[in-house]
């Protein structure tokens, strides 16, 4: 039979963000959706945690894919140590910001980078000219971007120095995870119609959203700590951008598993379409 | 014997690229159910496989050394 582990993490991906949405539209003070909430929130990035681990299960952990898997990974495990953080914080009606979770968070960008740039390198390495302009041209606008909302917004003259290092971090951590992201872009432009892309476009698309989370969080940061419901909202953009990076990653395991299903069976996939 | 050594390249490079794209699982699987195909079906797979997985465009450096694999040893017969 077909392996089917794709097909079901999309499922659940949606299930999990239904169930995320409607907690955070229900608007309710009650403790139930309180902890529905924040337990959906932590819920994200763990499924995100074990799709990447089952990615670099069926990889082998001897592969080049899966150790740079490995690093994304272990990037989005610290991230995951910062959102239990958070939440604590959350919950126990503490400002969250600046805290220990904040050096997690900050802790997981390396990761993440030597993750998404090893994850790119392989095949031609070098750039056309084409691609070349394109990344300047994509690069100079997200740059303008990051640079304004996450560092230059970021700064407040008024806090401490190690609250304002903290806070411009994430806008640089951002700035860096976005040039790997658009060496992702390449990787998935020069393998498309090839399978391998589709599972890195989601995971490229789940990245995305969280950075564009991580701009909205910049934007509305007061608004969102004085618990502002429409703020609050942010929290769903990112839910939603660890359900994709799960989902990329569990396609991407599945694509692995269904070719080696069709070699063992046919040798190859097609002749047995 | 050049058939043979043909054949033994090609597995080799079989198991080297497939392994680097999709794992030593899948090279595994793959020598496995090719070990006892001729060099022709064995490129054949080889190139449908990786044109699948890694696109046309990616697929092409890749196919210019099984076909090099192939004439080199054609030569030497």
Redesign the interface.
Known sequence: MKPRSGTYSIVIACLIFAATVIAYVARSDSEAWFWARNILYVLAPVCSIVAGWYAVNVYGLRNRHAQSIMFIVVGLLLWFVGEVIFTSYVVADVDPFPSVADIFYVLGYPFLLIGFIRGSLHGKKSFSSKEKLELVIVSVLLAFVVIYFGVYQAFNPMLPPFDNVIAISYGIGDLLLLFALLRLVIFVQRHTPGRISMPWSVIYFGMLTIFVADILYAMFSSAFESGNYAAMQIDVVYVLGYLLIGVGFVQLGALLKEMQHFIRKNGSRSKSV | MPKESQKERLIDYARKTI????????AD??V???KN?SPI?IRA?LI??L?????????K?YIKEIKRIAFVNRTNQ
Not at chain 2, 51 to 59: C, I, K, N, T
């Open positions: 392994g680097e794209h999709m794992g030593e699982r899948t699987l793959y496995q159910y090719y195909k079906e797979g449908e496989l044109e699948e997985f890694l696109g046309r465009q990616q697929a450096h």
